[in-house]
């Protein structure tokens, strides 16, 4: 999700993928959001319409509950992000970004360009550049043009400050399978 500003410029505020959905405003009772999607790689998404989702957050209190959960750990993640971006270098930023995206990655490369990140971050290309490339010398990541790898995945983690975990774990607690949910995230 990215927030566009007046001049152009934007910056990533929050991730979803298959564990969550698009439109969050729609569940808390409005019909617009200001906020972008941006889909940043291939996979498969369902359509609904705001009004059948309405309905059917009425009748079914499961689904409601699950949404409402979801927007949650989103608020967490949305929030978790601003304090981030004002407080940790670029480097655990980018780690923590990269494990998010490999959360909801299919395997362990993913495209992925210097440009993108730069925009996800709120920072300059060569900022990414310099980052990752301090990721890559300690064998935690390998970037080829427009594809990064993740190879140390516990490395990564350590690289990353303490907002990945705390996301992570918000992200466990409320979509759990003991909470009637079956997202299931990387371990």
């Known amino acids: 999700m990215i927030a ?8 990533e505020v929050g991730v979803i993928g298959y564990e969550g959905v698009v439109g969050l405003p729609v569940i808390l009772g409005d019909d617009r959001d200001d906020l972008e999607a941006m889909v940043q790689y291939s996979g498969t998404a369902l359509s609904i319409s705001a009004g059948a989702l309405r309905d059917v957050m009425t009748t079914d209190g499961a689904l409601r509950t699950l ?3 979801f927007a949650l750990v989103h608020h967490g993640q949305v929030a978790r992000t601003a304090a981030c971006n ?3 270098h670029t480097e655990q930023r980018l780690a923590r970004w990269l494990l998010i995206a490999h959360d909801r990655s299919q395997g362990d490369e993913f495209p992925m360009t210097h440009e993108l990140l730069a925009m996800m971050l709120g920072v300059r290309r060569a900022g990414v550049t310099v980052s990752a490339g301090m990721l890559q010398r300690a064998g935690l990541i390998e970037y080829q ?3 990064i790898t993740i190879t140390d995945r516990p490395g990564l983690e350590n690289a990353s ?5 705390v996301v992570r774990r918000a992200s466990d607690r409320f979509l759990s399978a003991d909470n009637g949910s079956t997202v299931e995230y990387r371990r």
Do not use: I
Not at 4 to 11: I, P, R
């Open 67 to 69: 949404l409402l959960r």
């Open 161 to 165: 400050c303490e907002c990945y975990g």
């Open 145 to 147: 043009r427009g594809r």
């Open 4 to 11: 566009t500003l007046e001049n152009g410029d934007g910056a």
């Open 86 to 88: 004002g407080h940790h």
